[in-house]
């Protein structure tokens, strides 16, 4: 069962009547220097959103929510197999708002190094809309930068952590629902 990241919290009651907050989820991959989880955390927070790793979530948990993140770490050019992978299995949703973000060893260059294509293509192919994106630096020790100690120690940095709070207080403010 999915908890939310910020258990104290709980969506009021007392909002106005023509007003409703989206559910909103958070699905991500952190698998070597825990970068990726510090992020999506972080944006979980202002989002009140629920945390799920990839191996946690499916068509079915996802079908709940209105909004949903999804985010890794970047594996040659791109986001965790994982990710994409339930991604490609997820019937089409319809309806569904969605964000990406990663953290990467380099940062992205549109048409070189648009690590983000894959997953936005995916998401699209199901029906998601692609509300926004965001990326910070991370501790990157592949291949010859391990010899190094590795690339961006010490990112995510509390800027990065603030950035990544700022992306999704602006999420926050354009999801409320206004009905009249």
């Not at 990726?36 to 499916?58: C, G, S, Y």
């Amino acid at each position: 069962m999915p908890v939310p990241a910020n258990p104290g919290l709980s969506r009021s009651n007392s909002r106005d009547i023509n007003h409703q907050v989206m559910k909103a989820l958070i699905v991500y991959v952190s698998v070597h220097h825990g970068n990726t989880e510090k992020v999506a955390r972080a944006m979980a927070k202002v989002l009140d959103a629920v945390l799920l790793q990839v191996r946690e979530a499916d068509a079915n948990t996802l079908g709940q929510f209105d909004l949903v993140g999804f985010g890794s770490g970047i594996y040659l050019g791109k986001h965790h197999e994982s990710l994409l992978s339930l991604v490609d299995k997820l019937p089409v949703l319809e309806n569904r708002k969605a964000f990406i973000f990663s953290t990467s060893g380099l940062r992205r260059m549109w048409l070189v190094h648009d690590f983000n294509r894959a997953l936005e293509e995916g998401l699209q192919r199901k029906g998601f809309d692609i509300i926004g994106e965001f990326s910070c630096r991370g501790l990157d020790t592949y291949r010859a930068t391990r010899l190094l100690g590795g690339i961006n120690r010490g990112r995510p940095n509390a800027r990065d952590l603030q950035q990544a709070g700022d992306f999704a207080r602006l999420l926050k403010d354009s999801r409320t629902l206004h009905r009249g």
